[in-house]
């Protein structure tokens, strides 16, 4: 079974930095593509940023230059790094990435990370 376990979110105040990260355990050949997803109260969940397994990123203009999605292949984890920090950044952050199992290729989520800016 493989799993997604998040970490990172928290109350920061505008302007401020986190640091979300995705740890992936369990029994799986590879990792293909990893993303980084958000959802605010009453919307839709939305891409953030994208990587691919060579390391090409792409990231939504929203948060073109305040954030950084990376990941380490060796230790199976992605992070976004959150810069600059806006209220309207707020939304539970959501880490998903596509896995090769010994029964075909699977997407899977993490179970969500709450991101609130305020002051």
């Known amino acids: 079974q493989v799993q997604l376990v998040e970490s990172g979110g928290g109350l920061v105040q505008p302007g401020g930095s986190l640091r979300l990260s995705c740890a992936a355990s369990?029994?799986?050949?590879?990792?293909?593509?990893m993303h980084w997803y958000r959802q605010a109260p009453g919307k839709q969940r939305d891409l953030v940023a994208h990587?691919?397994?060579?390391?090409?990123?792409n990231h939504a203009d929203s948060v073109k230059g305040r954030f950084t999605i990376s990941r380490d292949n060796t230790k199976n984890t992605v992070s976004l790094q959150l810069n600059s920090l806006k209220p309207e950044d707020t939304a539970v952050y959501y880490c998903?990435?596509?896995?090769?199992?010994?029964?075909?290729?699977?997407?899977?989520w993490g179970q969500g990370a709450q991101v609130t800016v305020s002051s």
């Open positions: 998903n990435a596509q896995f090769l199992v010994e029964y075909g290729g699977f997407d899977y």
């Open positions: 990587i691919t397994s060579g390391g090409s990123t």
């Open positions: 369990g029994r799986f050949f590879s990792i293909s593509d």
